[in-house]
Nanobody
């Protein structure tokens, strides 16, 4: 079955960086677009970034454009989110999701990112 497992979360200082990873299994990873999302306490889940299956195109939410970069390694079945210039408002649980036929059809369990001094 499809399984997505995020890792790399933790505590970062404002202005710092973190790199999240999402390991995929149970399907042909290179056939599907992938995405990252986050949910802060008391807020709805927010789309952050999406990458096509071939990594030829990416799309970002305005809130993270220029600070976050999505990438993937189809040989390792992994998708990444490089987060730079972190702000306290980036504190949230971060999720990866598979994107297929216009929907996010499978989700990981999430990884906590806390930005604080």
């Amino acid at each position: 079955q499809v399984k997505l497992v995020e890792s790399g979360g933790g505590l970062a200082q404002p202005g710092g960086s973190l790199r999240l990873s999402c390991a995929a299994s149970g399907y042909i990873f290179s056939n599907y677009a992938m995405s990252w999302h986050r949910q802060a306490p008391g807020k709805e889940r927010e789309f952050l970034a999406r990458i096509t299956n071939t990594a030829l195109a990416t799309h970002y939410a305005d809130s993270v454009k220029g600070r976050f970069t999505i990438s993937r390694d189809n040989d390792k079945n992994e998708v990444y989110l490089q987060m730079n210039s972190l702000k306290p408002e980036d504190t949230a649980v971060y999720y990866c999701a598979r994107f297929y036929l216009g929907i996010f059809d499978h989700w990981g369990q999430g990884t906590q990112v806390t930005v604080a001094s």
